[in-house]
């Protein structure tokens, strides 16, 4: 089983900046690659920005691309993400997990953008 804490969440008006924080533990954390994800209500749950384990490469959504950054400290087993330019449409609970192979699911951290 391999846990997966997120935290970072909260509420912000359209336009301002959130940094979230996931902490991974009980895998070998720097031999994965990690990524972002997000749910809002009434929606599937979508990929939001991923990275290799050596930081080497990323990518990102269409939708968030020029707004938000993901980065990682192997040394912390932590996995970043640096929100900019918020837009309601942000809106959704935010989880971290791998870009392909799945783990279990952490209980993610709310964002939440006000007009």
């Known amino acids: 089983q391999v846990q997966l804490v997120e935290s970072g969440g909260g509420l912000v008006q359209a336009g301002g900046s959130l940094r979230l924080s996931c902490t991974i533990s009980?895998?070998?954390?720097?031999?994965?690659?990690v990524a972002w994800y997000r749910q809002a209500p009434g929606k599937q749950r979508e990929l939001v920005a991923s990275?290799?384990?050596?930081?080497?490469?990323?990518g990102y959504g269409d939708s968030v691309k020029g707004r938000f950054t993901i980065s990682r400290d192997n040394a912390k087993n932590s996995v970043y993400l640096q929100m900019n330019s918020l837009k309601v449409e942000d809106t959704a609970v935010y989880y971290c997990?791998?870009?392909?192979?799945?783990?279990?699911w952490g209980q993610g951290t709310q964002v939440t953008v006000s007009s």
């Open positions: 990275i290799s384990s050596s930081s080497r490469s990323s």
């Open positions: 997990n791998r870009p392909n192979a799945l783990w279990n």
């Open positions: 009980g895998t070998t954390f720097n031999l994965h690659a």
